[in-house]
């Protein structure tokens, strides 16, 4: 049987084991001499030691009554523990009499690790809709604090836009689990709804694994950076063009990304006078996420914004808040 299972006899000598017990209890106990179980110890499931005598099995045996799953945890000559549920049940004679118990041994080591597993699982989605809350909230009100009446409308289009940009970037994370995400998917996702029939793009460049956190990062800072290009720049008339290049440099004994968004063809640029939450967010918020440094240049030309970041930091460093990216505005 693959499950555990032994039997004793009334004084609770064992009189019987299969292989699936000698595993559970991590020694093979010897007939006739240990008695009630074959562990070097038993423990309740609080972690208080069990006497033999006091054992599921025994207590089947001496008060001649099934006991069905009662948990319990077994310590192993090697000094681990493993969880079980016990099901004893009292064997007799064709006259009725108790002549010992059969007992079957269920490991729940497995349930054990999947119940924890759950919990870590329920703490980490508990912060992140906390954290993502948090930046629906900031993202709000720099949006809206500073509409006019007249221009409510546009904030709420740009509102939406950035909402929808981070449900592409969490469905990227998703589709990994957030353990890490792909630079191509994130520029590819992010960049779509503004490509057009005749995909106005041009991408490139080796894929990288990023953290979540630099995922999110870099997907809204393109995110902007697409919505400024397509109200002012190079998106805004049918001739401009966007350029999106990136690669792994060597410095030193360091690898870094660099990453250059370029417009061209677009109307002449003209630097704003006043940097509203999109500028900020690229040139603060990314260069302190990815540690790195944002270069944002506007040029008669067009848009030229270049990202250079570690890429230690990107691919294994650790997540860091979405909410406090967007609060470093």
């Known amino acids: 049987m693959p499950g555990a299972v032994y039997t004793t006899d009334t004084t609770g000598l064992i009189t019987s084991y299969n292989p699936a017990a000698v595993k559970l209890w991590g020694r093979e106990p010897q007939l006739d001499v240990d008695r009630w179980h074959g562990a070097l110890r038993m423990y309740r499931a609080d972690g208080v030691l069990l006497p033999r005598d006091e054992c599921p099995m025994a207590i089947a045996v001496k008060e001649d009554r099934q006991i069905m799953g009662v948990e319990a945890v077994v310590e192993r000559s090697d000094g681990t523990r493993v969880g079980f549920l016990a099901y004893p049940t009292p064997l007799h004679n064709l006259s009725g009499t108790v002549i010992g118990a059969v007992n079957m041994l269920i490991d729940i080591t497995e349930r054990e690790r999947a119940e ?187 848009v030229i914004c270049t990202i250079d970041a570690p890429l230690l930091k990107i691919q294994s460093g650790q997540a860091g808040s979405l909410a406090e990216l967007v609060n470093a505005t």
Request: net charge neutral; glycine share 6%; with cysteine.
């Open 116 to 302: 924890e597993h759950r919990k870590i699982l329920l703490k980490e989605l508990n912060h992140r809709v906390k954290n993502m809350l948090a930046v629906i909230q900031f993202i709000a009100s720099q949006t809206f604090d500073h509409a006019h009446a007249s221009t409510l409308e546009q904030a709420r289009e740009s509102f939406d836009s950035r909402l929808i940009n981070l449900a592409r970037a969490h469905d990227v994370l998703t589709r990994q689990n957030w353990i890490s995400a792909s630079l191509v998917q994130i520029v590819a996702d992010t960049i779509n709804p503004y490509a057009g029939d005749d995909n106005r793009f041009s991408t490139g460049g080796p894929d990288v694994s990023l953290v979540p956190s630099a995922a999110m990062a870099i997907a809204m800072a393109l995110h902007e950076l697409a919505t400024n290009a397509t109200k002012y720049g190079a998106l805004s008339c049918q001739a401009g063009r966007v350029d999106i290049a990136w690669l792994i440099k060597e410095d030193g004994a360091e690898r870094r990304l660099k990453l250059i968004w370029t417009e061209s063809g677009g109307p002449t640029v003209v630097e704003p006078v006043r940097k509203g939450f999109g500028s900020r967010l690229i040139e603060r918020a990314l260069a302190a996420e990815l540690d790195g440094t944002v270069d944002l240049v506007y040029k008669p030309t067009g």
